[in-house]
């Protein structure tokens, strides 16, 4: 199978908000209030998090198909856990973005607990973004 390439558009507002566009959606990224921002958006770190959520749901979903798992629907927890220090320019041996993800998944369904680890070891190594999130992927940055 060829490789799918996935890109958005983004045009800043103010120093703390971004409007992006994907297809035929736009989407705001702020951030809250208390980190100086207008708080009329989710802000970058909560969109990966929510990215995260929707992945692993179409993965959880495939995946219990393949499997035979009459899959009515899940429930997902997350919650990532970051120090600011280096993001507000503070001095620091840390690292930017999170120190570590917490992902639970409440499946509605009938399967074993012995199927459920099955499956859940099979959507935790075919999700793309979990993919991204816990190994490295090259990113360039650069001026245009």
């Not at 899959?71 to 930017?96: H, N, Q, V, W």
């Amino acid at each position: 199978m060829s490789t799918l390439t996935f890109g958005v558009q983004a045009q800043s507002v103010n120093p703390t908000q971004t409007q992006v566009k994907v297809r035929g959606f736009q989407m705001t990224v702020d951030e809250p209030a208390d980190l100086g921002g207008t708080d009329v958006g989710a802000n970058p770190v909560e969109y990966l998090l929510a990215s995260l959520s929707g992945c692993l749901n179409v993965v959880a979903h495939l995946v219990a198909k393949e499997m035979n798992i009459a899959l009515r629907g899940i429930a997902l927890d997350l919650e990532g856990e970051l120090d600011p220090a280096k993001f507000m320019g503070k001095p620091t041996s840390g690292r930017a973005g999170f120190i570590s993800v917490k992902v639970t998944i409440h499946p509605d369904c009938d399967a074993d607990q012995a199927t459920l680890q099955n499956w859940l070891q099979a959507v935790e190594s075919r999700c793309p973004v979990s993919d991204n999130i816990g190994n490295a992927t090259p990113v360039h940055i650069a001026l245009g």
